[in-house]
């Protein structure tokens, strides 16, 4: 007898979003604020693909002006990176399809990808 899942686990980036836009303005907004230039096209292909930590680490050398993004970063968040996130393409028709025990807890956030579905 086969039996039904009990849990769905999905990877996100790359499967429900698409959030190379969301990183690019995120880790460009932190080098503004230590006052160094936008990512470069090789620093942008490395930090979306890496945790924040090694991100940080490869587009900011300075361990000083670092420690600065980083105390920065803790206290902005994400969020407001939240809507440059673009659904995958076939997302919403399975999210809308898959019943209720596929949806979070949470109610959409305005403005967000999620939202959109």
Not at 15 to 39: C, I, Q, T, W
Request: charged share 15%.
């Amino acid at each position: 007898m086969m039996q039904h899942p009990k849990v769905v686990a999905f990877d996100c980036d790359g499967v429900m979003f698409d959030s190379r836009k969301a990183n690019a303005a995120y880790y460009n907004h932190l080098l503004a604020h230590v006052g160094l230039p936008e990512m470069t096209p090789d620093q942008m292909a490395y930090s979306h693909m890496q945790t924040v930590d090694a991100a940080l680490a490869y587009i900011i050398p300075d361990e000083a002006t670092r420690n600065a993004a980083h105390g920065y970063r803790k206290q902005m968040g994400y969020l407001p990176f939240l809507r440059l996130m673009e659904i995958e393409p076939g997302w919403c028709p399975y999210w809308k399809n898959s019943g209720p025990a596929t949806k979070p807890p949470w109610p959409p956030i305005a403005r967000t990808p999620w939202h959109a579905c």
